[in-house]
């Protein structure tokens, strides 16, 4: 027997430390329902990762340049913006001005 405890036996029992004291619970299987919003959603995220592997390193590189400073990473960025639309393709330019949809780069 131990004092404390945390982890998992298995798939299904959790020890855990909680304010109240020990804790040993068992896990409910997390279920994946697919629905349509969850599906066109997780190709759009496909498609932006796609999208960033498809760079060459220098532009992934001026994407973390963008995001110093930030909460998150270049590729965390890259991924945001093209998610909302900003970026509409692969093929990006992060200097000059290059129109692409409804956002210029460079454009102050």
Known sequence: MSARASGQIGERLV??????????RFQKAQKDVITSDRSVHRANYSAAVAAWNDLDQATK????????????TGYNLFVKLYLTGVIVCSDIAIYGFRNYGIFIYGES
């Open 15 to 24: 020890f855990s430390d909680r304010r109240s004291g020990q804790q040993a």
């Open 61 to 72: 590189e001026s994407f973390n340049i963008l995001a110093v400073g930030k909460s998150f």
